[in-house]
């Protein structure tokens, strides 16, 4: 009797010794998994981000950003919008809005 409950009690303390470093163990790979799934979206974005720069050096690109995303248009050209209902008319006088 005396043999077993020693038995308990060596079996209670190793127990209890080994379950916060399990836990914290368990904790660590839950971090690190999500760090790996960091890095390969960073990856990824890097690898978007480098393609868009290596389309910058393309002239009929930047022609096409320039026009879409910032509005540039070419001399003698006239830029026609159509509004949507409740959008505003442009301050500026270059362009012709239809409705």
């Known amino acids: 009797m005396l043999q077993r409950l020693r038995f308990l009690i060596i079996i209670s303390i ?3 010794l080994f379950i916060p470093g399990f836990a914290r163990l368990q904790e660590l790979k839950s971090k690190l998994a999500d760090a ?17 720069i290596a389309r910058m050096d393309n002239q009929a690109y930047l022609e096409i950003v320039a026009r879409d995303k910032m509005g540039v248009v070419k ?25």
Do not use: F, H, W, Y
């Open 14 to 16: 190793l127990v209890g």
């Open 36 to 52: 790996e799934d960091q890095i390969k979206k960073t990856k990824s974005d890097n690898a978007l981000l480098e393609e868009r």
């Open 75 to 99: 001399k003698g050209e006239t830029v026609i919008k159509i509004m949507r209902e409740g959008e505003e008319m442009p301050s500026d006088g270059n362009t012709t809005a239809a409705r």
